[in-house]
């Protein structure tokens, strides 16, 4: 597939790409994904049925003051 010096360059322009400040948040939520694919992964090969995803999100509301009035 790849060999080692492709893979370097592809790093090098992702780096220049994103900047040095971007890399760590892009790497953590690229673990956050690997972890939550691997959890999905073994609940369906343990065959249990569908349940809720690993993973959840809240959204947190905001309001303007001119809505409190």
Request: charge should be positive; charged fraction near 30%.
């Amino acid at each position: 597939m790849f060999g080692l010096s492709e893979i370097a360059i592809l790093l090098l322009v992702v780096v220049v790409v994103l900047g040095a400040k971007k890399l760590p948040e892009l790497i953590r939520s690229a673990g956050k994904a690997t972890r939550i694919l691997k959890a999905e992964t073994r609940e369906m090969k343990a065959g249990d049925g569908p349940r809720e995803p690993a993973a959840t999100y809240t959204v947190k509301e905001t309001r303007t003051p001119a809505e409190d009035r």
